[in-house]
């Protein structure tokens, strides 16, 4: 069979002007290929996703007229379990991008020992233009269309960019209705209410820096004083900088869509979540000085965290970044290229599969505790994210040195033996 013929069929719809997340990916798994020893037979398994659906979705909006958006499911590999991965409302979401997205799902899972395979979704949609009501058919009619792919069993979302409780909430509700019962477990990120689970919305953010600072024990970079700069001033990077503020870090810049601030001397955090939560921008809010996007970039810092999208950091800026360590809260923003730069300029880049895996892994604990309907305390999520994060942190980085090689590739080592080994002990059917 001619593989590589087949894999530019699969990939004939990429766009060359953009940066391709599903390219970045493929890289990735080439790179782990030498160390995958007799699992190396079943790497090809991982540059096809198992299933890739589009749909159309027609909705009526409140002026009466009809409009149609394009959704997007992906399960990428489900031997070690079923689907989980977020849904994405973003005026940018593709298919490639969805692809990419669920593949690191599957690394991300596994690296964390979770009894997921990797999956995810979403919608090109620009979320702030559309009404309560119109985001609820959105909603609703997206999770009709895909609802024969996902269930507890199957596939689980959770939100990401664009999407929250209030989404999951729709979601499950209408897939209950659907199944004639009160199905909790379909979802994750829920409303406490109806399933949810404490720690679950900070959970990402805590991770975040859960795995800066493991990664500053072994690198000797104090937590104390740090300058810490934070792109994106969503869920995830205001919690994050939450965390790094309580533990006594300066937040010397930050960036969201309204633009770049900075502080030397530290930004307020709380001030500044409640600048954005009341309606404001951060470029508005007093004690800092806003700055363009280039010079964001070129803010020293102990630890710089992307937390915003995807493929933010190429080899150009990798060359200009003045940092010690990043710490990946967005899933895959250091382009292959820039890994080698940073690499070579002995930058540590804390992965995304890793870094950013909080989530998920509260994702996993609200999914048993809804079949087994016993919750646990908001101390006792926290205690176990922590142990299960740090944990799988050391066990990359202690590979990292084993194999001299950096932390992501040791985390698409340790995650794809652990896929392919269940690939091989399940074997093709028929």
């Known amino acids: 069979m001619n593989t590589h013929a087949t894999t530019n069929k699969m ?6 002007e953009k940066p391709q997340p599903w390219a970045s990916f493929i890289e990735q798994i080439d790179r782990v290929a030498p160390h995958l020893e007799k699992f190396s037979y079943w790497l090809e398994t991982l540059k096809y996703p198992k299933r890739v659906v589009q749909v159309c979705i027609p909705i009526q909006l409140d002026d009466g007229s009809l409009a149609h958006f394009e959704g997007y499911r992906v399960h990428h590999n489900l031997s070690r379990g079923p689907g989980k991965g977020g849904v ?5 979401v593709s298919m490639n991008e969805v692809m990419a997205l669920s593949g690191w ?13 990797g999956a995810k979704g979403g919608i090109r949609v620009e979320p702030t233009l559309l009404s309560v009501t119109e985001l609820e058919r959105l909603t609703r009619r997206y999770t009709s269309e895909i609802g024969n792919l996902i269930g507890p069993h199957k596939d689980i979302p959770a939100p990401d960019v664009g999407t929250d409780e209030q989404t999951m909430a729709w979601m499950m509700d209408t897939y209950s209705v659907n199944q004639g019962a009160t199905i909790t477990g379909v979802v994750t990120g829920k409303p406490l209410s109806l399933g949810g689970s404490l720690g679950r919305r900070e959970a990402t953010g805590r991770g975040v820096y859960v795995a800066a600072r493991e990664a500053g024990l072994l690198q000797g970079v104090a937590m104390k004083d740090a300058r ?7 869920n995830v990077g205001s919690v994050a900088a939450q965390c790094f503020a309580a533990a006594g870090a300066r937040i010397v810049a930050l960036q969201d869509a309204s633009g770049s601030v900075a502080n030397p001397a530290g930004i307020d955090i709380e001030a500044a979540i409640a600048c954005v939560k009341g309606g404001g921008k951060l470029v508005d809010m007093p004690g800092v000085e806003s700055i363009s ?22 080899a150009v800026l990798a060359e200009r970044l003045d940092t010690k360590i990043i ?26 599969v890793i870094a950013n895996a909080g989530g998920v892994t509260v994702s996993y604990f609200e999914w048993v505790q809804d079949f087994s309907s016993f919750f646990w305390t908001e101390q006792e999520i926290n205690a176990k994210l922590e142990n299960i994060m740090a944990a799988a942190f050391h066990s990359v980085a202690e590979l990292a040195v084993e194999r001299k090689v950096s932390l992501r590739t040791a985390a698409f080592i340790i995650a794809c033996t652990r896929v392919l080994a269940a690939r091989d002990r399940r074997g093709l059917y028929p």
């Open 293 to 314: 996007t280039d010079d964001f970039w070129l803010v020293p810092s102990d630890y710089l965290v992307p937390a915003a999208l995807e493929g933010q950091i190429d």
């Open 88 to 92: 994405r409302f973003h005026p940018n």
């Open 327 to 352: 710490v990946e809260g967005a899933n895959g923003p250091t382009l292959p290229e820039a890994d080698d730069v940073l690499a070579a300029r002995c930058i540590t880049v804390v992965p995304d």
């Open 11 to 16: 990939l004939s719809f990429l766009d060359p």
């Open 228 to 234: 810490v700069v934070v792109q994106g001033f969503g």
């Open 105 to 117: 799902m599957t690394i991300k899972n596994a690296a964390l020992n979770l009894p997921f395979g």
